[in-house]
C-alpha cells in the first residue's frame, strides 16, 4: 500500500452544499476498513463542523480553522497550533465594518470586501497576521498558519507521512495543504488555478469526486498515477545524451552490484540523498558501518552493543527519523539471522503507516547468502522501497535476487556483472554487446525492458562534495600533489599543501614568480589533476589565457575563483 490517507477539504469538496452525503461517508468508510485513514482539513470551526458533520467519527482527525486547530473525535481533544489574535483585533474590525465577524479558538473571518480594512488595521496594531482567502472568505490568522501546518501535525500525530497522503480540495486556501501531500488532488468543480496545479482532477464534482477518488484508491492504489507525478521521481545519474536517470520513489526491488572501490556506497548515497531531500524515510542495514556518517541519519549499534530491533523500531516512529542499522558487533555467522529479525518488523512498520518507505541492504551477501533462504521474512506482493547492495550478484539468496525488477551495476566490470545476473535470472532477451564508454562506468538495467541496458554517468553525492571541500580547502595534500612556488629562475620553493595555504602564498609572491607559473598554465593544471575540481581548473584555464591582465588582476581573478568554490563551504 502506498498511500495510507486520504486529507479532504470540507465545503466544496467533501460536502456538497453544506452536507456529505450518504454515498460520500460509505465511500470514506470503506477507505478506512482497508486501514487507511481520513483527515479532514477545513476552515470552518470545531464546532461548526461538528454541528453540520454528524458522521465525523469516520475522520481519524479533524484539522479546523485553516490550519489552527487540531481536534481528535475519538477522545474529543482540541489543540490550538498557535495564539489567537488580541480580542480587540476582532472588536476594532467589526466596528469597522459594521457587522459583526467570527472568532474561533484562532482565527478571525469576515467576508470580501472587507480584506482591505482587516489589512489596514493588521498594520495599523502592528500584529504578525495574515490573510487568506477561501471563495468569498476572509481568514485572518497568525503569520505561517495554514491547511497544511495542521494537516502535518495531524499526520504525525497519526504516525504517518505526507509521503504517504492524497489531498483533495477545491479552493484557494488549499493549494498549501495540496502541495505537500504525495498525491494533490482537485475536484471537477474546483476554481482552475487549483486544477491547473493538481496531479489529478476527478470527474464528479464535490464529494461525488471524494467517493470517487476512495475507491480509486481501494482499486489500485494510485498506481497509473506514478508516471504523471514526475516531480518525485529520484534523480540518480546522468544519461549518455545528458538528459537525467530518475527512479520512482516507489518502485518494486533493486539491485546496486559492482566490486569493491567501483563506487556502490557513493550511488547508494546519492540515492539516500535524494530521498532526504523528497521527504521520504529510509532505513539501511549496515553490516560494515560504512553509513555511519549519513546526514540527517541517526546510526545505532557499535562494536560493543548490537542495536535490537526493538531500538530500530522505536526510532523510526519519527516520521522524519532516518537510521542506519550497524552491524559491525554482529558477528558475521549471526549476520543472517539479525536480518531475519529485523526485517519482519521494519515490514510490518510499513504495513502499518507506509515507512519506511526504503530500505537499503548493504552487503547484502552477508547477511542473505546465496546458501540460505531467510526464513521468517515473506515479502508483500509487490515489494517496492528495497535496494539490494553487493559485490556479486550470484552471491545473494535467490529469493530476494529474484524479486528485483531493476539492476544498478557499477564499476570497470559493470558488462560482464549484468550478463553474470541476466544469466542466472534466466531472463530473454539479455543484453548483449553492451558498449562501455570511457568515463561511464555504470549500467542500468530493467526488468521491463530485459534486452536493453543504459549506460549513465554517477553523480558525485552532497557528502563527498563536503568532504572534497574539506580535504581540499584545508586539509594536508602529499608533498608530490601540493603546488610549489619557485619562480622563473627556481629561487624559490614555498609548497602549498592546500587552497587556503596556496592563497596566502599567492598574495606574498612577488609579480614575476605569480606570472611564470600563470603563463605556463601550472595554477589550471594543478586544480585539474590534484585538486581534481575540472570546474575550478577551467576557470583559471580562462584567467591563464587572458594575456595582458596584471599579475593583481590575474591573482584576483584565481582567488574569487577558489573563495567561491572552497572558502566560504570549509
Known sequence: MRYHVLAADYDGTLATHGTVPPATVEAIKRLRASGR????????????????????????????????????????????????????????????????????????ATWQPHEAVALELINEMA????????KGAVMILPTGVNKAVGLKTALTELGVSTRSTVGVGDAENDHAFLSVCECGVAVANALPPLKER??????????????????????????????????????????????ALTLSPYRGPMLLAGSSGGGKSTMATVLMEALVEHGYQSVIIDPEGDFRDLPETTSLGDAQHPPSPSEVIALLEDTKQNVSVSLIGVPLIDRPAYFESLMPH??????????????????????????????????????????????????????????????????SHAPEALSELTRS????????????????????WFRADPGRAVLFERVTPKTERRRHVRKYATGELEPEKSFYFRGPHMKLNLRAHNLLLFMQL????????????????????????????????EEAAGVEAARGLTADESRERIRAAIDSRYTAAA
Open 506 to 537: 599567492a598574495e606574498g609572491v612577488d609579480a614575476d614568480t605569480w606570472l611564470h607559473h600563470l603563463h605556463q598554465g601550472d595554477y589550471s593544471r594543478w586544480f585539474r589533476d590534484a585538486i581534481r575540481d575540472p570546474d575550478l581548473a
Open 198 to 243: 493538481a496531479d489529478l482532477v476527478t470527474a464528479g464534482i464535490g464529494s461525488e469526486g471524494v467517493a470517487e477518488l476512495a475507491d480509486r484508491m481501494l482499486r489500485d492504489d494510485l498506481a497509473d498515477m506514478d508516471d504523471v507525478m514526475k516531480r518525485h521521481h529520484l534523480s540518480i545519474g546522468r544519461r549518455v545524451d545528458g538528459t
Open 37 to 108: 485513514k481520513f483527515v479532514l482539513v477545513t476552515g470552518r470551526e470545531v464546532d461548526d463542523v461538528l454541528q453540520v458533520f454528524p458522521d465525523n467519527e469516520i475522520c481519524d482527525r479533524i484539522v479546523a480553522e485553516n490550519g489552527a486547530v487540531v481536534y481528535n473525535p475519538a477522545t474529543k481533544e482540541t489543540q490550538n497550533l498557535a495564539e489567537p489574535p488580541p480580542l480587540a483585533f476582532a472588536e476594532k474590525l467589526a466596528q469597522r465594518i459594521g457587522q459583526s465577524v467570527a472568532v474561533g479558538r484562532v482565527i478571525v
Open 425 to 444: 535470472l534466466k531472463v530473454q532477451p539479455r543484453p548483449k554487446n553492451v558498449p562501455t564508454p570511457e568515463g561511464i562506468q555504470a549500467l542500468a
Open 127 to 134: 500584529l504578525e497576521l495574515q490573510i487568506i482567502f477561501n
Open 346 to 411: 521494519l515490514l510490518e512498520l510499513r504495513a502499518r503507516t507506509g515507512r519506511p518507505h526504503w530500505i537499503f541492504v548493504d552487503e547484502t551477501h552477508h547477511v542473505a547468502p546465496a546458501d540460505r533462504h531467510p526464513s521468517g521474512i515473506t515479502l508483500p506482493a509487490h515489494p517496492h522501497g528495497l535496494l539490494y547492495i553487493t559485490v556479486r550478484p550470484e552471491h545473494v539468496a535467490p529469493a530476494l535476487l529474484e524479486s528485483i525488477d531493476a539492476a544498478f551495476l557499477v564499476g
